[in-house]
């Protein structure tokens, strides 16, 4: 059991910066950022959920709203005990949430099937191997971002209800930036409690998305690049902060709560391996700002702790030709670890994860991560050069979560891998014809990773390879 600093045991689900390690109390008004978070210390603060794994039980059944089935591995429900809200009141202030979105959207939140995909497999030349798809794209907004803005919201409300927020008709606006599902999905939870939204997105920004941010009552503001380095729409988002805007986005440094949300997608994902495959040998997920793949990975690690898989997935992330600063992050930390060890690594990506995992010792990967994390700018920066690509969900300028996904990939034996743009069309059309799912190529780009590693020889015979799609084509 944790031990707080005074003596006390802690909460069984707790909230962690993983820059610094300082906790933050449950009952805190706003607890999306690290207290101790300073703009000049560089340090990639981040706040984490925890759990203590000893005393949560996985649930038997998944059906249903997820937030209800998995409330107990959540922060929210430990929160609401903390802030003395009973658990009848947040089952209904949960439900009536989702009933809210269903109202508004046609969709409340319930578990996206897990599908075999062999026709797509088995169209790949080499080694056969199975390869299973989980489908996000029948989920509220298409996509998903509604998963993590939801596990915000609950938050917001569940502060509401406690007295720690003034009456609705003071609320502060909401913020996000976003080329496309993540402002639909934040504009429908928005919309459900009729809290006001701001959305910045870049003058290019898809049509019917914008009409949709418009029926929803969103405020869009169109940010233009203008030679300086990083997203506008993101200093943009930024700016609203400052101005006393709450973070409504997807970025787990601005708000760690949003990747928790996230994470009701990995137990479900969990689950449905338990009951299908048995196992995933490899899960490859498409990065942007990387609070998909750090949600999937904590889930993933806490299902193994809590008996469900036998072990953790290797975890490849997905980025464009045009845009990979998740890549540079990795390969800037794997770098530091040969250099003290001494040794030159494999050049091939898979045989370079093992010589991590098998060859160097923890002490010395542990010293390069906590480096890692205390000196985010020498890791971390802004693309650049103006990214575009098909797949222009993941062309984020930086990858926000990059510190959980370079310590994802190196303990579970993962790497990061970088795709065209034939491939990432070549992915997308064949998710339709072959299993008659339509989605985008930023949606199937995990799908175009699973092709490129299954080609380059790094996807072997008999293995078991999970990708995610996630993102309806309009």
């Known amino acids: 059991m944790k031990v707080l600093e005074g003596g006390g045991p802690s909460p069984a689900v707790w909230l962690e910066c993983s820059g610094c390690g300082r906790q933050v109390a449950l009952t805190e008004r706003l607890p999306f950022v690290c207290p101790a978070a300073r703009s000049d210390d560089d340090v990639d603060h981040v706040l984490v959920r925890r759990i203590d794994p000893a005393r949560l039980r996985f649930p038997e059944s998944i059906e249903g709203n997820p937030f209800v089935v998995f409330g107990r591995l959540l922060s929210h429900s430990h929160r609401a005990a903390a802030l003395g809200v009973d658990d009848v009141e947040l089952r209904a202030l949960v439900e009536g949430l989702d009933a809210a979105v269903s109202e508004i959207d046609g969709t409340g939140f319930r578990p996206t099937p897990l599908r075999s995909a062999v026709s797509l497999s088995s169209h790949m030349s080499g080694p056969a191997f199975e390869l299973w798809l989980k489908d996000e794209t029948d989920n509220v907004s298409g996509s998903h971002k509604a998963r993590h803005l939801m596990g915000v919201m609950i938050h917001l409300r569940l502060a509401e209800v406690a007295g720690l ?25 928005a919309r459900a409690v009729r809290w006001p939204l701001d959305v910045f997105v870049p003058p290019d920004a898809d049509a019917d998305v914008l009409e949709r941010l418009i029926q929803l009552e969103a405020a869009i503001t169109s940010c233009v690049r203008d030679g300086s380095p990083g997203d506008p729409c993101y200093r943009a988002f930024r700016d609203a902060l400052a101005r006393g805007a709450l973070p409504f986005g997807v970025q787990g440094s601005d708000n760690g709560l949003a990747v928790e949300g996230g994470l009701t997608l990995g137990y479900e994902l969990a689950d ?21 793949a750090s949600a999937c990975m904590q889930a993933l690690r806490d299902a193994v702790s809590l008996g469900v898989l036998p072990k953790v997935p290797r975890l490849c992330t997905v980025q464009t030709a045009s845009a990979w600063p998740l890549r540079r992050a990795y390969e800037l930390v794997v770098r530091a670890i040969a250099t003290r060890l001494g040794e030159v690594p494999p050049a091939d990506p898979r045989l370079r994860a093992d010589w991590l995992r ?28 103006t990214p575009r690509s098909v797949a222009h969900g993941i062309l984020d300028d930086e990858t926000y979560d990059w510190w959980a996904l370079c310590e994802g990939m190196i303990r579970s034996g993962g790497w990061p891998v970088v795709v065209d743009e034939p491939t990432l069309v070549e992915a997308r059309e064949a998710v339709r014809r072959r299993v008659q799912v339509d989605a985008t190529a930023t949606g199937t780009a995990g799908v175009a990773g699973v092709m490129h590693m299954h080609r380059s020889g790094r996807v072997f015979g008999g293995e078991i390879v999970g990708a995610l799609v996630t993102g309806r084509a309009r």
């Open 165 to 189: 927020f003034p009456p609705a008709a003071l609320r502060s606006r909401l913020a996000i930036a976003s080329c496309g599902n993540a402002a639909l999905a934040a504009a429908v939870v």
């Open 272 to 292: 449905q391996v338990r009951r299908g495959p048995g196992r995933l040998d490899l899960l490859v997920v498409q990065v942007g700002g990387g609070a998909l």
């Open 358 to 385: 098998h060859r160097v010792p923890a002490e010395l990967v542990d010293e390069a991560l906590r480096h890692a994390a205390t000196h985010r700018r020498d890791h971390m920066w802004p693309w650049e050069s």
